[in-house]
């Protein structure tokens, strides 16, 4: 059962043991089992959504186990991972970070940029980080010049002047 990266645990919210999540663009108001990763973990138990709620930005997510703020902090930092079957679709122009995560980036021209190796959260528009074929990065905004290509599995980018140099 494939699981895959739903955000990231950015702060405890409030006293009884919410977790502010990060990047899961809604799919947790749906989701009622979830993972927490520490980096260089073994895979975790999948442990039961009790509340899910939005929070400004965030979503304040409260997990079987984790009953009050200072638990809640010690998972700071943490991945969010889910079972791949239990999410529903992403709905229209929204995609899951590891939908992206691997696909082929390209100007509009054809040209190609590289490949997509991760996803920065900036709290306002989501960054994809591209690596070039020498080796180098390249960070693309996930913008309106940016449009992912779900039936061609790429990413196709028209890029304003200066943001690929």
């Given at each position: 059962m494939a699981r895959i990266r739903l955000g990231k645990v950015v702060r405890a919210v409030g006293l009884k043991g919410h977790l502010g999540v990060a990047g899961s663009e809604g799919a947790l108001a749906t989701v009622?089992?979830?993972?927490?990763r520490?980096?260089?973990?073994?895979?975790?138990p999948l442990q039961e959504v009790l509340e899910a709620r939005p929070q400004g930005r965030l979503w304040a997510v409260r997990i079987e186990g984790v009953s009050d703020r200072t638990s809640a902090e010690a998972w700071v930092g943490a991945e969010v991972l889910a079972l791949r079957e239990d999410l529903p679709e992403a709905g229209e122009a929204r995609h899951y970070w590891a939908d992206l995560e691997g696909l082929p980036v390209v100007t509009v021209a054809g040209a190609a940029i590289g490949t997509v190796t991760g996803l920065y959260e900036t709290g306002g528009v989501d960054v994809l980080v591209v690596t070039t074929e020498e080796g180098g990065e390249k960070l693309?905004?996930?913008a309106p010049y940016v449009e992912v290509d779900v039936a061609g599995r790429r990413v196709v980018v028209d890029p304003p002047e200066g943001l690929l140099d």
């Open positions: 009622r089992r979830i993972a927490l520490r980096e260089g973990e073994p895979e975790p693309v905004p996930l």
